[in-house]
């Protein structure tokens, strides 16, 4: 019907089929209605039976590096990091002061040789967690503090620190420079403390006598 023998590809069948349904049209010189419409049956027949593209073979993506995860105390005076990577345990020294998104440069630790960049997260522990340049924490405080307003003290990562709560104001007080360490174009962040208003929160005046225990040890009340 397309003047073809033997095997084809399917460039040489498509230029087949167009010259011969171009002599066929029953509106020119020659034409003929019946092989027109046989050249289309038979068109459409190959189409139907033709075996599909062969699929490109999938892209080979390289394995995603590991995470280095750390804690925000890590995140405040560095230390290590282990990490397993193609199968090695690897012991990885974490400078102080790193943020989650940047990356750790281990030299000539690829499988070619070449240098490999970690992205570091730092990951909630010990009542905290990292945002950016600042830490975050919660700590309890009576309901009564918080209606009158009053002193609190706070147990933070760098010592007990003294605080103002004034009456009926947002219970979020920040600490200044309390937060991770200046590093690179990375600026000095400070400490936040989310206060939760709970029954079993010391109330000012056990608060009080918990300064008073710590100051006034038994070695100064003898002198």
Do not use: Y
Not at 52 to 70: D, T
Not at 92 to 106: D, F, K, M
Not at 129 to 140: E, N, S
Not at 189 to 218: C, I, K, N, Q, Y
């Amino acid at each position: 019907m397309l003047g073809l023998t033997g095997p084809a590809d399917a460039e040489v069948v498509t230029a087949a089929f167009r010259t011969t349904i171009k002599a066929a049209r029953p509106d020119v010189a020659g034409g003929d209605a019946e092989r027109f419409r046989q050249t289309i049956a038979a068109w459409r027949l190959i189409q139907s039976q033709a075996v599909p593209l062969a699929l490109s073979p999938p892209v080979q993506v390289p394995p995603a590096p590991p995470v280095v995860g750390i804690t925000p105390a890590q995140a405040l005076a560095g230390g290590l990091s282990r990490v397993r990577l193609a199968g090695r345990d690897l012991r990885i020294r974490v400078p102080a002061g790193v943020r989650t998104g940047e990356h750790l440069r281990l030299k000539a630790a690829g499988a070619s040789g070449e240098d490999l960049f970690l992205p570091v997260v730092i990951r909630p522990a010990d009542g905290m967690h990292a945002i950016g340049d600042d830490l975050h924490m919660r700590w309890p405080v009576s309901h009564r503090l918080v209606a009158d307003g009053g002193r609190l003290e706070i147990d933070t990562h760098a010592g007990v620190r003294s605080a103002w709560i004034v009456a009926d104001q947002p219970l979020c007080l920040r600490l200044k420079n309390l937060g991770l360490p200046a590093r690179g174009r990375h600026p000095q962040g400070h400490l936040f403390v989310t206060l939760e208003p709970r029954d079993d929160a010391p109330s000012a005046a056990e608060d009080m006598l918990a300064r008073f225990t710590r100051v006034w040890t038994p070695d100064r009340l003898a002198a």
